[in-house]
């Protein structure tokens, strides 16, 4: 597996983390009301992965036109 792939299955997981940190933060503020602060950063960490990862993602198949073109 090279990198790019490897890159698309943490983005992959990345998500599913994301997805339910997102999920408890709604069940916690349905069950308690105002849920602790670390259940509600907690989707943060993930998020700023995901936006890391997502923008290399984005731009791999620029860069292997850009390398293919000269």
Do not use: C, D, E, K
Not at 21 to 38: C, D, K, L, T, Y
Not at 46 to 58: D, E, I, R
């Amino acid at each position: 597996m090279n990198f790019a792939q490897a890159m698309r299955q943490g983005h992959r997981w990345l998500s599913i983390v994301f997805t339910l940190a997102v999920v408890a933060n709604f069940a916690a503020m349905a069950i308690v009301g105002q849920p602790p602060m670390w259940i509600v950063y907690a989707p943060l960490p993930p998020l700023f992965l995901m936006l890391a990862s997502g923008l290399y993602l984005f731009a791999l198949p620029y860069a292997a036109r850009r390398r293919a073109r000269g």
